[in-house]
């Protein structure tokens, strides 16, 4: 199985303390890096399937939203429904001002999956 991420996510697999395994005592899991690094507008063909990949850093700096066919798979950038970011570190309200905008702007009809 190929892992895509972008490249801030990517650098934070590598780091127990970022992918929260250093919280698990004897589990400390340090994952490898990206096969594939997602940039900007990056589309992907897997098997017959269209996937589109936006980044939309607010939660942390590695956020984006897939976008296959009508369904729009927001991870973090909207969690439960609710417009708000995290209390994290990298959250930040002006970034998701603006990834909600990017995302009001450009689908229509789309089913929103949002993540948790």
């Known amino acids: 199985m190929k892992v895509y991420a972008v490249k801030p996510a990517s650098e934070m697999f590598s780091d127990e303390t970022c992918n929260m395994s250093l919280f698990f005592e004897g589990h400390n899991i340090l994952e490898p890096k990206t096969d ?18 936006y980044l939309t850093p607010e939660h942390t700096h590695g956020c984006m939203i897939i976008k296959i066919g009508n ?15 995290a209390n994290l570190p990298a959250s930040s309200k002006e970034q998701l001002i603006k990834s909600l905008d990017f995302i009001d702007r450009n689908f229509d009809d789309i089913i929103i999956y949002s993540g948790h």
């Open 36 to 53: 594939i690094e997602i940039i900007e507008d990056s589309v992907f063909d897997i098997d017959d399937k269209n996937i589109q990949c």
């Open 71 to 85: 369904m729009l798979f927001s991870g973090d950038t909207i969690l439960n429904n609710i417009k708000i970011p």
